[in-house]
């Protein structure tokens, strides 16, 4: 089945480090992807999508992910972390022709001081 | 621009009630999707609707409908509550239907049913 797989369920880092979340698909052509952020009680935020182009997307509140059609990932990074930046991170996306994007399941970023 | 707005914000239900919760969409989008958030099953598509049609729908039972109405504002209705109906409901909205357009999200309904 074509689907959106976050490896990690919790990742804790410390502010000021680097942070990389993980995210691998599994769709037949390219398909469009996004990264969304969680605040606790609140609705998703976009923080960066990708349908096609550049593999390496730019977007709000100093993220970028990387598209990397070898590996099937689509991983979030951000080259330090701030205590802000903790929330829940859900990728999603599907494939060409699909009107339905699938969420992953979420990865809980813990920031320690 | 205004951004997705969902009413209300908390509801609290008995078993067996039924309820409706609203989102009214960014100015100018025409789709608009529902989605229930639970700790055990993540985000789940509902429905989706453009242009008054549902156009797509998850995997759940009858009791799940919706509508969406010329202005573009939608509705959701969850008849004869259950226990594990209890969950973040999500609205989301996008210019054309979600497949390839982003989707920008309200803040959410959460339902309690008691």
């Known amino acids: 089945a074509q689907s959106v797989t976050q490896p990690d369920i919790h990742i804790t880092v410390s502010e000021g480090a680097s942070l990389e979340l993980r995210c691998n698909y599994s769709y037949g052509a390219t398909p469009y992807l996004f990264w969304y952020v969680q605040s606790p009680g609140q609705g998703l935020q976009l923080l960066l999508k990708?349908?096609?182009?550049?593999?390496l997307v730019q977007g709000i509140k100093g993220f970028e992910a990387e598209f990397k059609r070898s590996q099937s990932s689509f991983n979030l990074r951000k080259p330090s972390v701030h205590w802000s930046d903790a929330a829940e991170y859900f990728c999603?996306?599907?494939?060409?022709?699909?009107?339905?994007?699938?969420f992953g399941r979420g990865t809980s970023l813990i920031v320690h001081p | 621009k205004a951004g997705v707005t969902q009413t209300p914000r908390y509801l609290i239900k008995t078993r067996g009630q039924q309820v409706t919760l609203s989102c009214s969409p960014i100015?100018?989008?025409?789709?608009v999707s529902w989605y229930q958030q639970t700790p055990g099953q993540g985000l789940q598509f509902l429905f989706e609707?453009?242009?008054?049609?549902?156009?797509n729908k998850g995997n759940f039972p009858g009791r799940f409908s919706g509508r969406q109405f010329s202005n573009s504002r939608s509705e959701m209705n969850v008849s004869t509550l259950e226990l594990g109906d209890s969950a973040l409901y999500l609205c989301a909205s996008s210019l054309e239907p979600s497949g390839g357009y982003e989707q920008y999200f309200g803040p959410g309904t959460r339902l309690t049913v008691t």
């Open positions: 990708y349908f096609s182009g550049d593999t």
């Open positions: 609707y453009f242009s008054e049609t549902q156009r």
């Open positions: 999603a996306g599907g494939g060409r022709g699909s009107y339905i994007p699938t």
């Open positions: 100015s100018g989008h025409r789709s």
